[in-house]
């Protein structure tokens, strides 16, 4: 991002206009202003022409999410604002009223719970941690549509310290916008693919995006996808409990191992308890060195991949 860009993102009372607010647009007039509070600052921006959008027009029921294929000029953009305290149905409410005050129609209107939660929030377009963060029990969604200005919708949601929004505006008139005949659809990682039905199905999970150097055993600062989603799962099933096994490679003694990979799997418990307060009833720890290994440790590659923690349940009802 630029210096110009960023100095107009932290400046009091920030208001952009959707058709340049990317700073990859060419011109042209612009649609409706919305206003984002102070101090945020934009982590993401693209633009694709052409490009297609399915844009959530429902809440997930039945399996499916209810969407409509808009064609044309697609912008994604993402902004963090730290220390804001705003709940997301705050965060969204001056965009959405911009947006009804601009001749546009609301389509979609919802909490978390009611937008159909993890599944709602895995068969969208969401932007991947740093550039947004959703908490699967806290995030609010807006989707809208206008004769001559296309569509948007706007995503809010927020962790312990700031807020996040992710705007989409896609297509150029009604005219472009035609019902999927599918619903969208959900790319295959574990986090993506359903913790909850890996966990249902196969009574375990690998969370393939906790990655681990040879000894270390720091998650670092960021979210993860895999235990936000472990943590809407635990929510969901207060009777359940999961425990977190960690894993290494063979490099060193069995001892040794042992525990760097039950530290590991604390590190998950740490991340639920401090993050989402999941009761700690519901989570444990245990570590099995190298004793459960998934490739081969003759390899980089495969001492990589051992190096690893797994969700087990292990609730029997």
Same mark, same amino acid.
């Not at 991002?1 to 959707?18: D, Q, V, W, Y």
């Not at 990859?24 to 993401?44: D, K, M, R």
């Given at each position: 991002?630029?210096?110009?860009? @960023?100095? @107009?993102?932290?400046?009091?009372?920030?208001?952009?206009? /959707?058709a340049?607010? /990317?700073?990859?647009?060419?011109?042209?007039?612009?649609?409706?202003?919305?206003?984002?509070? &102070?101090?945020?600052?934009?982590?993401?921006?693209t633009?694709?022409?052409p490009?297609?959008?399915?844009?959530?027009?429902?809440?997930?029921?039945?399996?499916?999410?209810?969407?409509?294929?808009?064609?044309?000029?697609?912008?994604?953009?993402?902004?963090?604002?730290? %220390?804001?305290?705003?709940?997301?149905?705050?965060?969204?409410?001056?965009?959405?009223?911009?947006?009804?005050?601009?001749?546009?129609?609301?389509? #979609?209107?919802?909490?978390?719970?009611?937008?159909g939660?993890?599944?709602?929030?895995?068969?969208?377009?969401?932007? &991947?941690?740093?550039?947004?963060?959703?908490? #699967?029990?806290?995030?609010?969604?807006?989707?809208?549509?206008?004769?001559?200005?296309?569509?948007?919708?706007?995503? $809010?949601? @927020?962790?312990?310290?700031?807020?996040?929004?992710?705007?989409?505006?896609?297509?150029?008139?009604?005219?472009?916008?035609? &019902?999927?005949?599918?619903?969208?659809?959900?790319?295959?990682?574990?986090?993506?693919?359903?913790?909850?039905?890996?966990?249902?199905?196969r009574?375990?999970?690998?969370?393939?995006? #906790?990655?681990?150097r040879?000894?270390? $055993?720091?998650?670092?600062?960021? @979210?993860?996808?895999?235990?936000?989603?472990?943590?809407?799962? /635990?929510?969901?099933?207060?009777? +359940?409990?999961?425990?977190?096994?960690?894993?290494?490679?063979?490099?060193?003694?069995?001892?040794?191992?042992?525990?760097?990979?039950? +530290?590991?799997?604390q590190?998950?418990?740490?991340?639920?308890?401090?993050?989402?307060? $999941?009761?700690?009833?519901?989570?444990?720890?245990? %570590?099995? %060195?190298?004793?459960? &290994?998934?490739?081969?440790?003759?390899?980089?590659?495969?001492?990589?991949?051992?190096?690893?923690?797994?969700?087990? /349940?292990?609730?029997?009802?």
């Open positions: 991002m630029t210096s110009t860009t @960023r100095k @107009r993102a932290e400046a009091l009372g920030l208001t952009l206009c /959707l340049l607010s /990317l700073a990859l647009a060419a011109g042209g007039a612009c649609a409706a202003e919305l206003s984002l509070p &102070p101090g945020a600052q934009q982590s993401f921006g633009l694709q022409s490009g297609a959008y399915a844009m959530p027009v429902g809440p997930w029921q039945n399996g499916t999410l209810p969407v409509e294929r808009v064609e044309g000029r697609v912008e994604v953009a993402a902004w963090h604002i730290p %220390g804001n305290a705003d709940t997301p149905f705050q965060l969204a409410k001056p965009m959405r009223d911009a947006l009804v005050a601009d001749g546009f129609d609301i389509l #979609l209107d919802c909490r978390a719970r009611a937008c939660g993890f599944d709602f929030r895995f068969a969208t377009l969401v932007l &991947p941690a740093p550039e947004m963060f959703v908490d #699967l029990t806290d995030f609010h969604f807006v989707s809208a549509i206008s004769d001559d200005q296309g569509a948007v919708s706007i995503l $809010t949601s @927020r962790d312990a310290r700031s807020g996040y929004v992710q705007i989409i505006r896609a297509g150029g008139s009604v005219a472009s916008i035609r &019902p999927s005949a599918k619903p969208a659809s959900v790319a295959p990682t574990a986090e993506v693919q359903g913790v909850s039905e890996q966990l249902d199905t009574g375990h999970v690998i969370l393939d995006d #906790l990655v681990f040879t000894g270390s $055993t720091a998650l670092g600062d960021g @979210r993860f996808a895999s235990l936000d989603a472990i943590a809407a799962y /635990l929510a969901q099933n207060p009777s +359940r409990t999961i425990l977190f096994v960690g894993h290494t490679d063979a490099t060193g003694s069995l001892e040794a191992n042992r525990g760097v990979s039950l +530290r590991r799997a590190a998950a418990v740490t991340y639920l308890r401090e993050r989402h307060d $999941t009761p700690a009833r519901q989570i444990g720890a245990q %570590g099995a %060195g190298y004793l459960a &290994p998934v490739a081969s440790n003759l390899t980089p590659e495969g001492r990589e991949a051992n190096r690893r923690v797994e969700a087990v /349940l292990i609730s029997t009802e």
